[in-house]
């Protein structure tokens, strides 16, 4: 089937006139899930405009795969490293965040707009920090909708039966 696969994703992209380097397609832990590494000096082809040919191209080829595959599959396409790398931007802008809000005397922070699936792996990297005085939100709705990281005050607690004094 890998075999199959990789003369499906070859033919794509020599129908988008794109040529590729090297084609790497594994399958993960959980069925149906496949990573698909390319390879090509043309990635600005398939990434422009901030990724979304990139979001169209994996579409229609999830698609083409899951009907050879003859069951829903799921990809996760990486041309050249770009995802890896964008997402490793990401978390160092977060870990700038959140050592300003450590540093200032502000309780939270406003995020810049994500997309749901940005705002998914940034709730995930923080939530993995396992830091216990920061923890993320989001608030609004739709196109509003806006990532806040929280610093966790120490709350006052009151002993009114006064065992502890």
């Known amino acids: 089937m890998q075999n199959k696969m990789t003369a499906l994703v070859k033919e794509l992209f020599e ?3 794109i040529s590729i380097d090297s084609i790497e397609i ?6 149906n ?5 390319i390879k090509t000096e043309e990635s600005w082809i398939v990434i422009w405009p901030h990724g979304k040919n990139l979001d169209a191209i994996q579409n229609i080829l999830k698609l083409m795969l899951s009907k050879l595959v003859g069951e829903k599959i799921k990809i996760h396409l990486e041309i050249n490293d770009y995802i ?3 997402d490793e931007r990401l978390f160092e802008f977060i870990e700038k965040e959140i050592n300003y ?3 200032s005397g502000k309780k939270e922070l406003a995020l810049p707009f994500y997309s749901a699936y940005e705002r998914k792996k940034i709730h995930w990297y923080i939530h993995q920090m396992k830091e216990k005085w920061i923890f993320t939100k989001s608030r609004w709705e739709w196109k509003e909708r806006r990532l806040y990281i929280f610093k966790e005050t ?4 009151i002993d009114i039966d006064w065992d502890d004094i």
Do not use: G, M, Q, S
Request: without cysteine; hydrophobic residues 35%.
């Open 15 to 17: 129908k988008l006139n």
């Open 26 to 31: 594994l399958e993960t832990e959980k069925p």
């Open 33 to 37: 899930i496949f990573n698909i590494k």
């Open 84 to 86: 890896k790398t964008k």
């Open 101 to 103: 809000l450590e540093r």
């Open 154 to 157: 120490a709350k006052l607690t």
